[in-house]
């Protein structure tokens, strides 16, 4: 089998990208896909990223493709890779423009799918005013009206983890409360209010949420809405390349990985959100670098009798 490239690299975000140039660097010949598909992409600003913070990811992404040109050994295309199978002693890759690539290596940085809760009026305020990551988006709440939307024993956390960024603070259950005694007062010596009531729709302008209302007519004034929202998978191409997926956190379908991102297909790693507890661009970028520095390494093993894995 006459392997095309040394590694494909599947998604072009934080994590795909960074992989890629520390790939690029180490002169192995790389191909990125990028379906463009990254979940921060509706951001207005990547919160707490040191040298972007609050610029909008898709300027941290085009600077990432920029960075690349550099390095002859890397391709970037635009595309998805809808299919994976292991062959021989690599895999092979059909792209959804019929192309069909070979591969010694793969690294998935696919990024995973955010599943916010279906309310009216949620979309166009998602990734703005109604998120699901408090240090991400706090700032920008920082002395505002806030409420958060959570049920069980997330519910406390996630409404007291709001008390950081403002005084304002009102958990919504939606009809589900699930609050013991215990609960209700920690809450109550926070200062912050329970209300049951069910949520009819999110109303709000040009991204920003001004108040949320519920079934019985009546309407609460806010400026931004912290939900929970589980991670899933964007596609089976994990699952056809060997990697095993597991229950975690955040996701039923998490990429388990081991402490040198391989999964549990050896020669096939990952990084980023697709395998990450708790997912965000910082660890996203420090995840590929260092998946692309293992994939280097197992590459020079193969050809030089480099021991492997390092120590």
């Not at 069909?100 to 995973?112: D, E, W």
């Not at 329970?194 to 109303?203: C, F, G, Q």
């Not at 970028?285 to 020079?300: T, W």
């Amino acid at each position: 089998m006459t392997h095309e490239w040394e590694c494909v690299v599947v998604g072009g975000g934080a994590a795909g990208l960074s992989a890629t140039l520390v790939l690029g660097r180490a002169r192995r010949r790389t191909l990125l896909v990028d379906a463009g598909e990254q979940s921060n992409r509706v951001s207005t600003g990547i919160g707490g990223l040191l040298g972007y913070d609050q610029r909008p990811p898709a300027e941290l992404y085009e600077t990432g493709r920029r960075e690349l040109e550099a390095y002859p050994t890397v391709e970037y295309r635009v595309g998805t890779v809808v299919h994976g199978a292991a062959q021989d002693d690599g895999f092979v890759l059909s792209l959804d423009d019929g192309d069909r690539v070979t591969t010694r290596r793969v690294l998935l940085a696919t990024g995973m799918e955010y599943c916010p809760p279906e309310l009216p009026g949620l979309e166009p305020l998602w990734g703005k005013s109604v998120f699901q990551c408090p240090f991400c988006h706090g700032w920008e709440m920082r002395d505002k009206r806030i409420a958060s939307l959570a049920a069980g024993e997330e519910a406390v956390h996630s409404a007291l983890m709001l008390r950081g960024w403002s005084d304002d603070v009102v958990l919504l259950t939606d009809g589900h409360p699930q609050l013991d005694g215990k609960d209700i007062d920690q809450l109550k010596a926070a200062g912050i209010i329970v209300d049951d009531r069910r949520i009819a729709e999110l109303i709000g302008t040009d991204g920003q949420l001004t108040a949320i209302a519920f079934n019985d007519g009546s309407r609460l004034e806010r400026d931004g809405l912290l939900v929970e929202a589980p991670l899933r998978q964007r596609s089976k191409l994990a699952e056809q390349l060997g990697a095993t997926c597991t229950p975690g956190p955040l996701a039923q379908d998490t990429i388990g990985i081991d402490a040198l991102h391989r999964t549990s297909a050896h020669t096939v790693f990952a990084a980023g959100d697709v395998c990450t507890e708790h997912p965000y661009v910082a660890g996203s970028i420090a995840g590929g670098a260092q998946a692309a520095m293992i994939v280097a390494q197992s590459l020079l093993a193969e050809q030089f009798g480099m021991p492997y894995p390092p120590e």
